[in-house]
T-cell receptor, first 114, second 109 residues
Framework: ETGVTQTPRHLVMGMTNKKSLKCEQH?????MYWYKQSAKKPLELMFV???????ENNSVPSRFSPECPNSSHLFLHLHTLQPEDSALYLC?????????????FGPGTRLTVL | GQNIDQPTEMTATEGAIVQINCTYQ??????LFWYQQHAGEAPTFLSY??LDGLEEKGRFSSFLSRSKGYSYLLLKELQMKDSASYLC??????????WGAGTKLIIKP
C-alpha cells in the first residue's frame, strides 16, 4: 500500500466511449503525475500538476484530458481513444515538483481499447 | 537525446546474488532511483543515489558512479518474491525523471 489509489483497476472501452480514470493520494503531497506504461518501454510522462496547476504536458493527444480539482485528486478523462492507447496508466505523487523527490505510485489502470 | 539502458531480462537462482546494471546519458544529473514493480502492481521505491558509492539497505544495495554514468542494483540471498521488474530512473537538470525500460528478473528454485 503506497498511499496512492487508482480506480478502476481494469477498463475495456470502445473507440467511441468516454470514460474517466481517478487517482487519489493520502500522503499530503503537492505534485501529481500521469504516466503511460507499455510493455517493454520506459514509463512515458503524460501530465504533471504542482499545487493543482498543470506544469507539464508532454505532447499528449487531446483525446486525453487531465483534471486536478485539488492536491489530493487527479483525473484523466478519455474520449475517442485508439487501440494503440491500450496500456497501463499509472498515477504518482511526490512532495513537490522541481526536486529530486521520490515518486509514489498507484497500482495503475489496465486500459484496453477495442 | 537522453537515454537509460538496462538489460531486458535476467535469470537467477534462489539464494544467489544478482547485479542489475543501468547506464545513462542525460542532460544533467540530480540523482538516480531504483524501483521494483511486481506484475500488475505499482512500482515501489527501493533506493536513491546522488553521490558516488554504495548504499546498502538489507539484502539490496545500489551503487553509483557519476563519472561513468553507471549504476547497479545488487540483490543478495535471492527469494522467489524478488521476481519482478526493476526500473532505473535518473533525475535530469530540470528535475524530470528519465526512465529505463526495466529489467525483468526471473528467480528459479
Amino acid at each position: 500500500e503506497t498511499g496512492v489509489t487508482q480506480t478502476p483497476r481494469h477498463l475495456v472501452m470502445g473507440m467511441t466511449n468516454k470514460k474517466s480514470l481517478k487517482c487519489e493520494q493520502h500522503l499530503g503531497h503537492n505534485a501529481m503525475y500521469w504516466y503511460k506504461q507499455s510493455a517493454k518501454k520506459p514509463l512515458e510522462l503524460m501530465f504533471v500538476y504542482n499545487f493543482k496547476e498543470q506544469t507539464e504536458n508532454n505532447s499528449v493527444p487531446s483525446r486525453f484530458s487531465p483534471e486536478c480539482p485539488n492536491s489530493s485528486h487527479l483525473f484523466l478523462h478519455l474520449h475517442t481513444l485508439q487501440p494503440e492507447d491500450s496500456a497501463l496508466y499509472l498515477c504518482a505523487s511526490s512532495r513537490g515538483q522541481g526536486e529530486a523527490d521520490t515518486q509514489y505510485f498507484g497500482p495503475g489502470t489496465r486500459l484496453t481499447v477495442l | 537525446g537522453q537515454n537509460i539502458d538496462q538489460p531486458t531480462e535476467m535469470t537467477a537462482t534462489e539464494g544467489a546474488i544478482v547485479q542489475i546494471n543501468c547506464t545513462y546519458q542525460t542532460s544533467g544529473f540530480n540523482g538516480l532511483f531504483w524501483y521494483q514493480q511486481h506484475a500488475g502492481e505499482a512500482p515501489t521505491f527501493l533506493s536513491y543515489n546522488v553521490l558516488d558509492g554504495l548504499e546498502e539497505k538489507g539484502r539490496f544495495s545500489s551503487f553509483l558512479s557519476r563519472s561513468k554514468g553507471y549504476s547497479y542494483l545488487l540483490l543478495k540471498e535471492l527469494q522467489m518474491k524478488d521476481s519482478a521488474s526493476y526500473l532505473c530512473a535518473v533525475t535530469d537538470s530540470n528535475y524530470q525523471l528519465i526512465w529505463g525500460a526495466g529489467t525483468k528478473l526471473i528467480i528459479k528454485p
